[in-house]
């Protein structure tokens, strides 16, 4: 079975720094592009950024350039979306999902992270 | 960014009905046209991809058309299970910009 499996939530505090990871299975996990959308509490999807692991060629949105980080390790299959520090506005959901043409194919399950102090 | 305008944001619909969602690119976009559902808590689902071609396992009651600046998804009769809300996704730009979205309730 294809499948995106994500870490756990997170509750961290402003100024904390966070890596989030996104595993893939059950296909070929460098030959597929790999992007991160967020969803902020009750709104819609923003797509943030996609990194194809074979090579680690990263592009971002330009509202989260800067912000996050995202890589890929493809030994292990994994993707990753970190930040240095968190503000309390980076309270959301976020999902990594497949994008094997111009699509969004397989998502995970999301990883809720909420910052508060 | 292309900015994509679903319509309407919101409607009521009973089981079996017809029910029509619109989006419009603010510009030319050929077919990269996407549409997604996503139920309360989940993450969202690939329905429709290039404007009209229906992923595997979507049921063929959904359908996409349209081209260049203005698409629609249909419900051919609405089934329970269908209520949710459903977003259009552009992918000829980068970066790939998302519809607000369209909830569908029960009337």
């Known amino acids: 079975e294809v499948q995106l499996v994500q870490s756990a939530a997170e509750v961290k505090k402003p100024g904390e720094s966070l890596k989030i990871s996104c595993k893939g299975s059950g296909y070929s996990f460098t030959s597929y592009w790999i992007g991160w959308v967020r969803q902020m509490p009750g709104k819609g999807l923003e797509w943030m950024g996609i990194i194809y692991p074979g090579d680690s060629d990263t592009r971002y949105s330009p509202s989260f350039q800067g912000q996050v980080t995202i890589s890929a390790d493809k030994s292990i299959s994994t993707a990753y979306l970190q930040w240095r520090s968190l503000k309390a506005s980076d309270t959301a959901m976020y999902y990594c999902?497949?994008?094997?043409?111009?699509?969004?194919?397989?998502w995970g399950q999301g990883t809720m992270v909420t910052v508060s102090s | 960014d292309i900015q994509m305008t679903q319509s309407p944001s919101s409607l009521s619909a009973s089981v079996g009905d017809r029910v029509s969602i619109t989006c419009r690119a603010s510009q030319v976009i050929s077919t990269y046209l996407n549409w997604y559902q996503q139920k309360p808590g989940k993450a969202p689902n690939l329905l429709i991809y290039?404007?009209?071609s229906l992923q595997s396992g979507v049921p063929s009651r959904f359908s996409g058309s349209g081209s260049g600046t203005d698409f629609t998804l249909t419900i051919s009769s609405l089934q329970p299970e269908d209520f949710a809300t459903y977003y259009c996704q552009q992918s000829d730009g980068t970066p790939p910009t998302f519809g607000g979205g369209t909830k569908v309730e029960i009337k």
């Open positions: 999902a497949r994008q094997p043409e111009n699509a969004l194919d397989i």
């Open positions: 290039a404007a009209s």
